[in-house]
T-cell receptor
Framework: GENVEQHPSTLSVQEGDSAVIKCTYS??????FPWYKQELGKRPQLIID?????GEKKDQRIAVTLNKTAKHFSLHITETQPEDSAVYFC????????FGTGTSLTVIP | NAGVMQNPRHLVRRRGQEARLRCSPM?????VYWYRQLPEEGLKFMVY????????ESGMPKERFSAEFPKEGPSILRIQQVVRGDSAAYFC???????????FGPGTRLTVT
């Protein structure tokens, strides 16, 4: 089966700095890679996703990159704001969704 | 367009009782997924269903747990004879296509006393 690893598990940045979260996967059949943001006590919400036929996707301050050869993908948040503080999960999807273990991001005002 | 609905939001059960968790997918979505989340942990896949069919239940314990998604009505995750270790948040998600963008419900927080 698939194995998704996510790093770091916790990340603190100063407001305005960038944050990068990285995930690796093992199953070359995985072809869809979403990222979810989960605030405390709330549901995971899809913030951006990328499919295997694309190397990079950007939506305002959020971008995701995918390296299929190396089997890793990353979330980049620029100009971080306190409201970006949350737990972020990556996922790799082929026959099933496999989630990473999450990164707790804290943006310090 | 209403999002994914789950009820109840909070459920307290004593050991040995049954828990029934309901999930109504987004309108137009026929694919439902159930996940379990322990405190400060990630989402663990449990089961993937389409209408009247269980597609993948590899993440669901074989004992005491069952799921269904009938032709009419919500998907139901049923836990029989609950134990303390079943205490967790149970999220369902739905998608329009198989293994496509998933939208999550608010979750049911199960507490077993």
């Amino acid at each position: 089966g698939e194995n998704v690893e996510q790093h770091p598990s916790t990340l603190s940045v100063q407001e305005g700095d960038s944050a990068v979260i990285k995930c690796t996967y093992s199953d070359s059949a995985s072809n869809y890679f979403p990222w979810y943001k989960q605030e405390l006590g709330k549901r995971p919400q899809l913030i951006i996703d990328i499919r295997s036929n694309v190397g990079e996707k950007k939506d305002q301050r959020i971008a995701v990159t995918l390296n299929k050869t190396a089997k890793h993908f990353s979330l980049h948040i620029t100009e971080t704001q306190p409201e970006d503080s949350a737990v972020y999960f990556c996922a790799a999807c082929g026959n099933q969704f496999y989630f990473g273990t999450g990164t707790s991001l804290t943006v310090i005002p | 367009n209403a999002g994914v609905m789950q009820n109840p939001r909070h459920l307290v059960r004593r050991r040995g009782q049954e828990a029934r968790l309901r999930c109504s997918p987004m309108k137009g979505h026929s694919h439902v997924y159930w996940y379990r989340q322990l405190p400060e942990e990630g989402l663990k896949f449990m089961v993937y269903l389409q209408k009247e069919n269980i597609i993948d239940e590899s993440g669901m314990p074989k004992e005491r747990f069952s799921a269904e998604f009938p032709k009419e009505g919500p998907s139901i995750l049923r836990i029989q004879q609950v134990v303390r270790g079943d205490s967790a948040a149970y999220f369902c998600a739905s998608s329009q296509q198989e293994m496509d963008e998933q939208y999550f419900g608010p979750g049911t927080r199960l507490t077993v006393t």
